[in-house]
């Protein structure tokens, strides 16, 4: 058997040794297509220093990467699945073969993650989040800054908000809120307590109970209390509230 091209043995260490850091297979969306990586990059120098052996399969279906040029369906029955011959670059001289290399992997690595492999919920990280965008919240009724809003909510035109005074719609309904409170109330402060948060995939809802205190344009404190829930929403800038709704007690009779 022909010895291993010095080159290809190289190439392989140093890919391993990135794949199989911790801070990769932290970072990646799958912990199981972190593992496949490696199983994938392994395969491939097989390939590559005896390429006698036969060809590698990608199953897209179990996303599984096995010898061989076919694979079994669960009934038994022999079927065609996507083949990548890797046998093929081997012979190719090796500049050429490393370029044509780099993008299969790359191909069928994402291939792969596009066929199954979804980022695995963490409930107890996007509480964590939401906590801190829900914090921010309050920060920026206390200041009515809407530039901190702009932080916490959704600007969409698809945000509604209910309040006792009336419904408002969309990032301009939001804008105006706040600029309600910097003309009609100062030294604001909001108490929140009993707060739930529920997670649901991109979704997440939270309720509180809330004591606001302030001073009114002619100096006059008030207290108001009440209850208020949020509707939150997963973006790619984290989450952000879409829907607001808050409700106070009734006058007494």
């Not at 409170?181 to 809802?205: C, H, L, P, T, Y």
């Amino acid at each position: 058997m022909p010895p291993v091209p010095r080159e290809i043995a190289s190439c392989w260490k140093r890919g391993r040794l990135l794949l199989g850091k911790p801070r990769f297979l932290r970072r990646h969306p799958s912990p199981q297509l972190g593992k496949l990586c490696l199983s994938l990059w392994d395969l491939v120098y097989r390939e590559l220093a005896h390429p006698h052996r036969p060809r590698l399969v990608v199953d897209l279906d179990g996303a599984k990467i096995i010898p061989g040029g076919r694979r079994r369906s669960r009934s038994r029955k022999p079927c065609n699945v996507p083949v990548f011959d890797f046998c093929s670059y081997a012979r190719l001289p090796f500049c050429r073969m490393r370029n044509k290399l780099l993008g299969l992997i790359t191909v069928v690595l994402a291939l792969v993650s596009a066929t199954g492999f979804r980022r695995a919920p963490e409930p107890g990280l996007d509480r964590a989040a939401i906590e801190q965008v829900f914090n921010k919240y309050l920060q920026s009724i206390n200041t009515a800054d809407v530039a901190l809003a702009s932080q916490v909510w959704l600007q969409s035109p698809d945000v509604q908000i209910v309040t006792p005074s009336g419904r408002f719609k969309g990032w301009d309904g939001v804008k105006e809120i706040y600029a309600r409170m910097q003309k009609e109330f100062s030294n604001r402060n909001v108490q929140a307590s009993n707060v739930s948060i529920v997670v649901a995939g991109d979704a997440a809802w939270l309720v509180y109970d809330f004591v606001f205190t302030a001073n009114l344009a002619d100096g006059k404190p008030i207290t108001s209390n009440g209850w208020e829930s949020h509707g939150y929403q997963r973006t790619a800038n984290g989450w952000r509230i879409a829907h607001l709704h808050y409700s106070v007690p009734p006058p007494p009779s």
